[in-house]
């Protein structure tokens, strides 16, 4: 419909009030919120994932996006049942304990929203305890670390093998990243991904959910 259309293209140009408004609008002819959500607010943020991944805008237009889609989420989520949403898959998000660093790991879950999944942002400075706890108790497919200090990223190996003695590994997926994190070492320490960027995090991320 023309109004989801709408919607998507002013949240493209981070026009939040105009998403809030044409999100009631949506509601008021009685479209389904979830569809609105869908069609509306994730395709529109899923084109501006696509264009910065391809480097055709920066961080200052998503998060102007982003907060464009959070004006219209407040709209829509007293309407949003459970039952409505079929999301992509959920990911427990994060930066490793020891780092106060989230800029990228903020800009990775707002990407994660746009491409349609529910991001569990537990913050920064996060132990593996709630790493994995988080993912159990909200049924998490994928677990997304970052970490912008070497001394902290010695913890991201701890998750893994709490995920091991927990026998969650390999129901649980973990994606790794952050500057100074390397393809290499997501290898050394059974990292199932890496990602060397937001949008990659964001590639990877759907790869390993399939």
Not at 52 to 66: C, D, G, K, N, Q
Not at 119 to 140: N, Y
Not at 149 to 175: A, H, N
Request: aromatic share 4%; net charge negative.
């Amino acid at each position: 419909m023309e109004i989801l259309a709408t919607i998507a293209a002013e949240l493209q140009r981070g026009e939040d009030q105009e998403v809030r408004t044409l999100t009631q609008s949506a509601l008021d002819q009685s479209l389904e919120a979830a569809t609105i959500l869908e069609q509306g607010l994730i395709a529109g943020m899923q084109v501006v994932g696509e264009r910065f991944r391809v480097h055709e805008i920066f961080l200052p237009e998503v998060l102007l996006a982003a907060k464009a889609m959070n004006a219209g989420l407040a709209v829509l989520e007293p309407h949003l049942g459970e039952a409505d949403i079929h999301t992509r898959g959920k990911i427990v998000i994060g930066t490793v304990q020891g780092d106060l660093h989230d800029i990228g790991k903020n800009l990775v879950g707002i990407m994660l929203a746009g491409a349609g999944f529910e991001v569990i942002d537990l913050g920064k400075d996060v132990s593996p305890r709630q790493f994995v706890d988080a993912a159990r108790e909200s049924g998490a497919n994928v677990i997304g670390m970052s970490a912008l200090l070497t001394t902290t990223m010695p913890v991201m190996k701890q998750v893994i093998t709490l995920l091991k003695d927990e026998g969650l590994f390999g129901s649980v997926r973990t994606v790794i990243g952050g500057a100074p994190v390397t393809e290499e070492y997501a290898r050394d320490i059974g990292a199932d991904s890496y990602g060397f960027d937001a949008a990659n995090a964001v590639e990877s991320v759907k790869a390993l959910v399939g």
